[in-house]
């Protein structure tokens, strides 16, 4: 039984999932055993494969690329413990273009501070990128990241975000000490 998917991709990031010479499409199929086709003109991107899950994988590999993220963090996907989640910034603002410029700058901070002390606090990659913020993780990493970066769109102040980031980590760093002694 073969598998097929169709999903758009923004035409600036066309290029960046076919790479050089189209080295990083072809990695992406021969990892997850599946044909992509490109529509370079529209954006279009025709997944096939035998392999339910390894479809499910490659979508998930290129919905990253077309989220802002290089092929190289894209690609971590591949592996079965990393997820991704994508926000959509509207939710939290409507259509309302100067607040999304705004909560955007708030995710991202200063120079990217925000968005690298985000990432380093939880161990995931966070890309802001149009509308949306996708972030790329390990399951429970990523539900952190996604809460820190949710209270920072409803508005909470930076500093309570990095302080219940680092309350989280000390939690998980315990629990893990606490396990490997079990």
């Known amino acids: 039984m073969e598998y097929s ?4 991709l923004p035409k600036e990031r ?3 999932l076919i790479g050089k010479k189209g080295e990083v499409k072809k990695r992406i199929e021969e990892e997850t055993k599946t044909e992509i086709k490109v ?3 529209e954006g279009d991107i025709f997944i096939k494969g035998k ?3 390894s479809l499910f994988t490659a979508r998930e590999v290129i919905t990253a690329i077309g989220r802002g993220f290089n092929p190289e963090i894209a690609e971590l996907l591949l592996k079965g413990d990393y997820g991704l ?3 959509n ?5 409507g259509k309302n273009q100067a607040s999304m410029i705004r909560l955007k700058g708030r995710v991202i901070g200063r120079e990217g501070k925000s968005r690298k002390i985000i990432e380093e606090l939880t161990e995931c990659y966070i890309s802001v ?3 949306t913020i996708a972030i790329i993780g390990k399951p429970e990493d990523l539900a952190n990241a996604r809460r820190a970066v949710e209270s920072l769109l409803q508005g909470s102040p930076h500093s309570n975000v990095y302080k219940w980031l680092e309350k989280r ?6 629990q893990g000490i606490i396990e490997g002694l079990k």
């Open 129 to 131: 990128y149009g509308k």
């Open 89 to 93: 910034i509207t939710e939290f603002t």
């Open 169 to 174: 980590r000390r939690e998980i760093k315990r």
């Open 85 to 87: 989640e994508i926000l």
């Open 39 to 41: 529509d370079s003109k």
């Open 5 to 8: 998917y169709e999903l758009k």
């Open 14 to 16: 066309i290029a960046v």
């Open 51 to 53: 392999d339910a899950l």
